[in-house]
């Protein structure tokens, strides 16, 4: 292979992984932004999605169903999940917050253990597979799915944002808290709001993931702490942003596996988060001051 | 109007206000004055919900208010602009406006958007800026944001903490102007808390002084512009007895005990 279509396969591969990153990231910020919790169960928001759909599929449901039905039922979970396990003890500190949702995240795992086992389980692609020629390089239709969707999700997003009212009650609710509670907005009601769209957004992108990497019951852990290196590299406050580290981190992982080792991956992705923290802690893409959703 | 009974608000141990008995009545301009700390900005947040009272009662057009919270009181027709204005800084002049209705939005969509345009209206300041984020007003175009906003929620009464705050006289005059207008022409039952004494009473109906969480004197605005325990309340008492450590003269030297 040329090395110019070796690059393009790369970057292909690279944009892929990341989309599936970015659906986690922008859940990451949503919830961050609304509730100031850093939540680590997102990534088993994205395996529950996956196992979910994949078992609704074997139960007889077209794709588009089991696709639809697995993102409302993991909204559910994320709205439970909010209710029992973060509302009641949202007067904590934000250390407190987190190592609850470190705890949900291993309580998830395993749940999951305990309904679908430990097997990896696979979801068939989305439309017929057959490799689509690109300069030279390979495209799976898979791939554009994923980007495709992860695309139209920023989309959806900044005009949820923007032109929606409940939208722009749920920025009002990040920008000032205690001038939107005047207003007779509900904070609480935007935290539930938050997290279940959130795990709503998780589960798309575990079902994204699956045809491509296959499904398990810790599939979610990687996958969140990559959309949190993700999240960080964009600045956490802005979705925008995340979206493009996700595509960065993505990028950064398959020309690291291409080129140099599949083993060097992990330590580049994760050094990146170090190398952010120290230097540029508010992000790559950071302007002035000033949150935005 | 509005009837409270000897409120009692506690933030955490500290104990604010020490039994609060008022009564507005409809379509007046009531101002609070007070010094720093005496208990105003908690007052209009019990009434509006944000903070709930130990003891007391408030009663609303006949109905008791006093452990709703501020998302059900907001809906009845109380709403507080609050201190420091507080408008919603990265998102633009028509959607902080538009925020205000939020109690509303579902039920009278289309009263919603004339609301808005008269509160414009009313603002012309406001009129050229409407695309800004409201975060690049100045300090008083982001005041009659703030009133604007309250007035989105269509209240019956509307409670104003220091609208004055930082803001030069000439704006603080207009905006009281706002106030008396709304007063009359609208009917809407104001309730104003402030620290700038002559401004306030100069527009107020009736007014009262708070210190120390309680209520020290009351009377309409006349008479407690000429009231001299308006001043002790304002100053503490006879100024002869507090002793004034500098501008003696002479020079003290301090801090002797340390070395």
Same mark, same amino acid.
């Given at each position: ?293 | ?48 919900? *944000? ?18 919270? *501020? ?121 104003? *808390? ?58 003290? *030297? ?6």
């Amino acid at each position: 292979m040329e090395v110019h279509s070796q690059v393009i396969q790369l970057l292909f591969s690279g944009l892929t992984i990341g989309s599936i990153y970015a659906l986690i990231a922008i859940g990451f910020v949503i919830i961050y932004n609304v509730t100031g919790v850093l939540n680590l169960a997102q990534g088993e928001f994205a395996m529950f999605g996956a196992l979910i759909s994949i078992s609704l599929i074997n139960a007889g449901l077209p794709l588009w169903a089991a696709v639809i039905f697995s993102m409302l039922i993991v909204s559910v979970i994320g709205a439970l999940f909010e209710r029992t396990a973060i509302h009641p003890a949202r007067k904590s500190s934000v250390p407190t917050l987190i190592i609850i949702t470190i705890g949900c995240s291993i309580a998830f795992r395993g749940i999951a253990i305990l309904i679908w086992g430990t097997q990896p389980q696979s979801l068939q692609p989305f439309t017929d597979n057959t490799p689509i020629k690109f300069l030279n390089a390979v495209l799976l239709p898979q791939s554009i799915w994923s980007i495709g969707i992860a695309i139209l999700i920023l989309f959806a997003m900044i005009y949820f944002f923007n032109k929606t009212f409940v939208g722009k009650a749920l920025t009002a609710c990040v920008v000032n808290p205690f001038a939107a509670r005047l207003m007779g907005i509900n904070p609480e009601k935007m935290s539930l709001l938050a997290i279940s769209a959130s795990a709503g957004l998780g589960a798309l992108a575990g079902i994204v993931t699956s045809p491509i990497s296959g499904a398990s019951y810790d599939m979610g852990m990687m996958l969140g702490l990559k959309a949190f290196v993700a999240a960080v590299v964009g600045g956490l406050t802005n979705a925008p942003a995340a979206i493009a580290g996700a595509f960065v981190i993505g990028i950064l992982e398959s020309f690291t596996e291409g080129l140099w080792s599949s083993g060097a991956k992990d330590v580049v992705s994760f050094s990146m988060l170090l190398l952010i923290l120290f230097i540029k802690p508010e992000g790559l893409f950071a302007k002035a001051s000033g949150k935005r959703v | 109007m509005l009837k409270v009974n000897n409120l009692h608000t506690y933030h955490g141990f500290l104990h604010v206000l020490k039994g609060i008995d008022l009564e507005v009545l409809e379509g007046e301009l009531v101002a609070i004055v007070g010094s720093n700390g005496s208990g105003k900005s908690t007052l209009l947040g019990t009434l509006a919900g *944000v903070y709930l009272p130990k003891e007391g009662s408030i009663i609303y057009k006949d109905e008791e208010i006093t452990n709703d919270g *501020v998302q059900m009181i907001v809906p009845k027709g109380i709403c507080l602009v609050p201190e420091r204005r507080q408008i919603f800084s990265s998102i633009t002049v028509k959607d902080n406006l538009l925020l205000g209705a939020y109690h509303r939005y579902q039920k009278d969509k289309k009263t919603i958007n004339k609301d808005y345009e008269d509160v414009v209206e009313m603002f012309p300041r406001l009129k050229q800026m409407l695309d800004r984020p409201g975060g690049l007003l100045s300090g008083g175009e982001q005041q009659m944001l703030a009133i604007g906003r309250g007035l989105m929620a269509k209240p019956k009464v509307l409670m104003l903490d220091e609208p004055s705050l930082g803001l030069a006289p000439l704006i603080v005059k207009d905006i009281m102007m706002i106030l008396r207008k709304l007063c009359d022409e609208m009917g809407t039952t104001i309730i104003l *808390v402030e620290q700038n004494l002559k401004a306030a009473l100069k527009v107020a109906d009736r007014g009262c002084v708070l210190a120390h969480g309680k209520i020290v004197v009351s009377g309409t605005s006349q008479e407690l512009l000429h009231n001299p325990k308006v001043q002790e309340a304002y100053f503490g008492k006879s100024s002869k007895k507090t002793e004034v450590p500098f501008n003696t003269g002479k020079k003290e *030297v301090r801090g002797k005990k340390l070395i």
